[in-house]
């Protein structure tokens, strides 16, 4: 992944200069059949399909898989060529990355399409700061509590993905301890416990500020910083 990907601080002007260059030395793709109208779901598939190929080539030794979150897509028309290809829409969003080691990543990416099952290009890149409540805040504009809610919940979304992921390792690790029944059992007996503890000491945070406008902020924004906690508690041993 350290060949792969890239902190997203370079502009958009920038990456379509990056894109145009590789465009130009090609890597021609045979063209799909066009679907009569443009779908966000196809376009998401369709970009997620040939990211998985690309990485599967280019970074096969760390590589594993990428899911490209359907969350808080962006879907722009842009009709116009990068070099010599004609790009009809960009779609940009959020993503979970995970690696033949067992990690995991939030990534953004980046999708240029000709047609909407018809890419030519995707750019992965982690994702921004590392407290994602901040990054919602970042983006926020006054009143736009809807919005701010949006992002809140895809992140907790991501957040719970990425710890998923790491669940998923720890099983297969306790499957070959000394001790396999025990080792899954106290592992199963912790995340129930944990997600009782993340939950309830949530609404406890909540019943002191009752009656505040937006609570759902609070909310949210207790379950995400919780969820990153026992990401970090389940990478004890790294």
Partial sequence: MKVTMEHPHRSVRAFFLLAGCWLAFGSAHPARGAADEPSETLSLAACQRYATQHYQQASPAHFASIQLLEEDVTKEKYEKKVGGQLIGTVLSGHGLWKDKAGGSSNVR????????????????????????????????????????TQCLQGSLKREEAALAALLAKATQQAGQSMDK?????????????????????????????????????????????????RITDMKFDE
């Fill in 181 to 229: 029944l025990s080792a899954k059992k106290t592992l199963q007996e912790s995340n129930v416990r944990w997600i009782k503890y993340r939950d309830s000491e949530c609404d406890r945070r909540q019943a002191f500020v009752a009656g505040r406008n937006h609570p759902d902020i609070g909310e949210l924004t207790c379950k995400i910083r919780k969820t990153a906690e």
């Fill in 109 to 148: 990416f980046i999708c240029l399409l000709e047609t909407p099952d018809k890419t030519v290009f995707v750019h992965v890149m982690k994702d921004g700061p590392g407290d994602p409540v901040d990054v919602c805040w970042d983006g926020f504009e006054p009143g736009e509590w809807g919005k701010m």
